[in-house]
């Protein structure tokens, strides 16, 4: 079966570099909102001139710092040739500004402009478009909320935003990795020839279908086409790293798409941003993985870290060299570096591969050296026996309660036919979860397939309270990390926790974009 592409129909979510340097750090004047503008930018990747889409502010630069006791307010203009809206990752302002189209409020047309006013919640946080085929198109930027420990703390802040980026057009990108894996069509799915406003046709029953229309926006009606299963442009390694532990056999897929280029900061290893330091200073890295389909390990050399959050969340300090995140989780990491001159290279690998991206930290005496960017070796699979997660404790749990509602969702999939589901449905025949506004409720994660997914619930603040069917700490005590965003390893169990929020339907997908693409998005629906 074969069905044709259209950019209208092939919309969803985003990923954006940034010069750190560049983040602003006024405070602006009472009553004005800070400007942010979702618009095309050139980029030199590895000496090739690259169109991608970005997130201006004021003062030219990407992205967001907002300062002690400042509100989230921003005056958002869509100068796009096509419809945008941006999320606002990990923040919980009113439903009505979550960046979702459609739900309730409509993407921006070309030239709107929408002001967004909302309490944030302090920091490492990043926004980009719920259209995924624009996420990888770079449409995201760092979203910092500093903090007054951040303002009194004797440091200084470097944010790093990684990306994976691709000069084939996600379109083709998606082509391929359906090509490669066969065809055969996604069984059941209704998806049809589609274009804007018709994805209520087979759609769950929505009241006046609003939400329907909402992802027929985002995820577009992938299909499959005849040709040739061979090595296309854009394909990665899909064979794994190995077999996990317990699996009798079994390989998993770590990567489906092998890209162009791995960015920090909008740059390659071929000219990395080198950031200026104190001898025998302090740094506290902010970064972000804004990656459309590429976990990384942030190896930080010669000095020793301390990983203190979250996604923006403080958690007991944990000391390493090595620290893995999955896409649209961030790592804040203290480095003290010693007192003579140096260089220290900060280095983003990618998973189960050789390639490598990052930035440089340097005294202004020193000298910097050119990194390449293969590794000598493939870095590991991240975090398949859950061991990092297992480590981390927040340092201000939720309220020890009861759970009085338990949910699970069964994560699946296949590579051929390339579809991804939540409890064996994909978005459009989904079945919600539920919840009733302050209650805690409970959500057990299964991932049946062989993927990994890094699983992103809107709206809400959770905790990991159980990893493979175990509590992590003591009979009735929730003590794993706060997050906004999950790693589920292939045949894994993760259970987390939250208190239900706004009554309004909150999102609850993979953050892997071709995962989302292909169907692999839920909600949470709190009733008042």
Request: hydrophobic share 40%; aromatic share 6%; proline share 6%.
């Amino acid at each position: 079966m074969t069905r044709s592409f259209s950019r209208r129909r092939f919309l969803a979510t985003t990923t954006a570099g940034l010069a750190a340097t560049s983040l602003p750090r006024w405070v602006m004047a009472e009553g004005q909102p800070r400007s942010l503008v979702a618009g095309t930018r050139t980029l030199e990747i590895n000496g090739r001139a690259a169109t991608a889409f970005g997130l201006e502010n004021a003062a030219g630069g990407q992205g967001l710092i907002l300062e002690p006791g400042e509100r989230f307010r921003v005056a958002l203009t869509n100068r796009l040739e096509e419809d945008t809206i941006i999320h606002w990752h990990g923040q919980i302002p009113p439903n009505a500004q979550d960046g979702v189209p459609d739900a309730p409020m409509p993407a921006l047309t070309p030239g709107e402009t929408r002001n967004y006013d909302f309490e944030p919640l302090p920091g490492t946080f990043w926004m980009h478009s719920h259209f995924p085929v624009q996420e990888m198109q770079l449409l995201a930027a760092p979203l910092i909320v500093r903090s007054r420990a951040d303002v009194a703390a004797d440091r200084q802040e470097v944010v790093m935003i990684l990306q994976d980026f691709s000069f084939t057009s996600p379109e083709e990108l998606m082509e391929n990795i359906e090509h490669a894996h066969g065809d055969g069509g996604h069984g059941g799915m209704n998806h049809g020839d589609m274009g804007h406003g018709d994805m209520g046709r087979g759609a769950a029953d929505h009241g006046n279908g609003a939400m329907g229309n909402m992802m027929d926006r985002m995820m577009g009606g992938m299909g499959h086409g005849d040709g040739d299963h061979g090595t296309m442009p854009g394909m990665g390694g899909m064979q794994g790293m190995g077999q996990m532990p317990g699996m009798q056999g079994m390989e998993m897929d770590l990567n489906d798409i092998d890209f162009d280029a791995y960015l920090a900061n909008d740059r390659t290893l071929a000219d990395p941003e080198v950031m200026r330091v104190e001898r025998g200073g302090r740094v506290k890295l902010r970064i972000i993985n804004a990656a459309a389909a590429t976990v990384f390990w942030i190896d930080t050399g010669t000095l020793e870290g301390r990983l203190v959050a979250v996604d923006g969340h403080d958690i007991e300090p944990l000391t390493g060299r090595r620290f893995g995140f999955a896409m649209g989780q961030r790592l804040d990491i203290e480095l003290d570096l010693p007192a003579g001159e140096g260089a220290w290279p900060i280095l983003a690998l990618r998973e189960g591969e050789r390639e490598r991206t990052g930035l440089i930290l340097a005294t202004s005496g020193a000298r910097v050296e050119r990194i390449a960017d293969l590794g000598n070796d493939a870095a590991p699979a991240f975090d398949y026996d859950l061991a990092q997660e297992l480590r981390l404790r927040a340092l201000a749990p939720l309220p020890a309660r009861q759970a009085t509602r338990q949910e699970n969702a069964m994560l699946g999939g296949t590579m051929s036919p390339y579809v991804w589901t939540i409890n064996g449905r994909t978005w459009g025949e989904h079945t919600p979860l539920h919840a009733t506004s302050g209650e805690r409720v409970e959500i057990t994660f299964h991932n049946m397939s062989m993927m990994a997914h890094p699983m992103h619930l809107h709206g809400h603040v959770f905790q990991v309270v159980g990893i493979g069917g175990r509590n992590i700490g003591p009979p009735r005590r929730i003590n794993g990390a706060a997050r906004d965003t999950v790693h589920i390893p292939p045949m894994s169990m993760v259970t987390i926790a939250l208190d239900a929020g706004e009554a309004a339907r909150w999102m609850l997908h993979c953050h892997h974009m071709p995962h989302l693409i292909t169907g692999m998005m839920t909600e949470l629906v709190v009733a008042s």
